[in-house]
DNA sequence: GTGTTACCGTAACATCTGTTACGACCACTG
DNA sequence: CAGTGGTCGTAACAGATGTTACGGTAACAC
């Protein structure tokens, strides 16, 4: 089976090498923007060539959506361990909803890649198609645990608080991973709390 | 003084023109994203040549600041005509925010410009000064207003309050300018409305 | 050893981009 | 009616960009 191992040993490299390149993508998009975002930049970051990055991806295109996807997936993998981790609904809500705001470093790095793969959507059918059903899951989870929060509620009502909340937290990592001088992790916290605190979801 | 008269006209015109290019950067940056954002898109969107667009501006981050500007500018009429219309403090604190959010299809498309010149700013030091400026200006508007709303609130309450209410509205925006079939006009003023009185800033 | 296969770097290509330079046109002056 | 200054379109330019094609190299098969 030597053929075999080969071939996952060389697939695997090759997967390995797809997620350095989407690093280094997240990494253009955080420090210089969309705009400079082109494959010499890429592979530059990537500590390869132009023709490696072109041996992995398709395209330009192919290689924005893999690094989304990359995002997305661990993204969702820190929530799930977010909420396994939570004594209770509440505390897991407000648990995941903090980890989608810019309260350091890096997920203040994560909200400047986040809206610049927003901006590469805009005209783009495929990329938007992408966000929609990554955006309608991440909703989904809120709601879950929204619901499972406050049992007594009917769905409007959840459905008008899972907005809000996930408003909130997106708006909030925006704010204040363009301006970290006004709106530092302290405040995005506060506001969360004060947030879930008012809805009656505040800690039981 | 003929003289004086002509180079007023001549200036108007200028004015004029600049307007309609920018004009035309913000259909073009909501149409095709700020990636297709070129001087020659630009110039057949306005209806003239590129070389018209570079007598008008410097460059094309003149063209992007100008272009942020003038919208900078409008939105900040707009809120202050809202703003002497309302009868009360609360009613012209919901009404600015409700502006912000992308309630028809020219807020939405207006959401889409604002994403584009985010995106742009990152790793451009100069633009993110103009939207730090921009941004504290209106903070400072929805911080008066909530003062006036509740005056017996400490200033820290006011600012947590503030940060929470501009966060619901420019997410809110966000999220639907990108899925306007999930978050449509009545679940943003749903979110904005119980928000406001979740926070004891309703109508009185 | 020899042929084969996959891997990947180099260089080229066509296209697009921002910007510049030049010249035609037009209104107005003397 | 020349002359002048301002306006703006055309075309060119250098550089960057996405993409493709080719060639060398190393590991493996027989």
Same mark, same amino acid.
């Given at each position: 089976?030597?053929?075999?191992?080969?071939?996952?040993?060389?697939?695997?490299?090759?997967?390995?090498?797809?997620?350095?390149?989407?690093?280094?993508?997240?990494?253009?998009?955080?420090?210089?923007?969309?705009?400079?975002?082109?494959?010499?930049?890429?592979?530059?970051?990537?500590?390869?060539?132009?023709?490696?990055?072109?041996?992995?991806?398709?395209?330009?295109?192919?290689?924005?959506?893999?690094?989304?996807?990359?995002?997305?997936?661990?993204?969702?993998?820190?929530?799930?361990?977010?909420?396994? =981790?939570?004594?209770? !609904?509440? $505390?897991?809500?407000? &648990?995941?909803?903090?980890?989608?705001? @810019? /309260?350091?470093?890096?997920? %203040?790095?994560?909200?400047?890649?986040?809206?610049?793969?927003?901006?590469?959507?805009?005209?783009?059918?495929?990329?938007?198609?992408?966000?929609?059903?990554?955006?309608?899951?991440?909703?989904?989870?809120?709601?879950?645990?929204?619901?499972?929060?406050?049992?007594?509620?009917?769905?409007?009502?959840?459905?008008?608080?899972?907005?809000?909340?996930?408003?909130?937290?997106?708006?909030?990592?925006?704010?204040?991973?363009?301006?970290? =001088?006004?709106?530092? !992790?302290? $405040?995005?916290?506060? &506001?969360?709390?004060?947030?879930?605190? @008012? /809805?009656?979801?505040?800690? %039981?």
């Amino acid at each position: 089976m030597l053929r075999g191992e080969r071939a996952i040993a060389r697939r695997a490299d090759h997967e390995a090498q797809q997620e350095r390149i989407s690093e280094a993508v997240w990494s253009t998009l955080a420090g210089k923007g969309i705009e400079h975002l082109t494959i010499r930049a890429v592979a530059a970051v990537a500590g390869c060539t132009t023709g490696l990055v072109m041996h992995r991806f398709p395209g330009r295109k192919a290689l924005l959506a893999h690094a989304r996807d990359l995002l997305h997936e661990r993204t969702r993998d820190r929530v799930e361990r977010l909420e396994a =981790e939570a004594a209770t !609904p509440r $505390a897991a809500l407000r &648990a995941i909803l903090a980890q989608g705001m @810019a /309260l350091d470093e890096d997920s %203040a790095q994560e909200a400047l890649v986040w809206t610049g793969f927003l901006a590469a959507s805009v005209g783009d059918e495929d990329l938007i198609a992408l966000h929609r059903r990554n955006n309608r899951a991440w909703r989904d989870r809120v709601s879950r645990l929204v619901a499972a929060s406050a049992p007594g509620w009917g769905s409007e009502r959840v459905a008008t608080a899972v907005f809000a909340l996930m408003s909130v937290a997106e708006g909030a990592a925006q704010l204040a991973c363009f301006d970290p =001088e006004t709106y530092g !992790p302290a $405040a995005q916290e506060a &506001a969360l709390d004060q947030m879930l605190e @008012a /809805l009656g979801l505040g800690p %039981a």
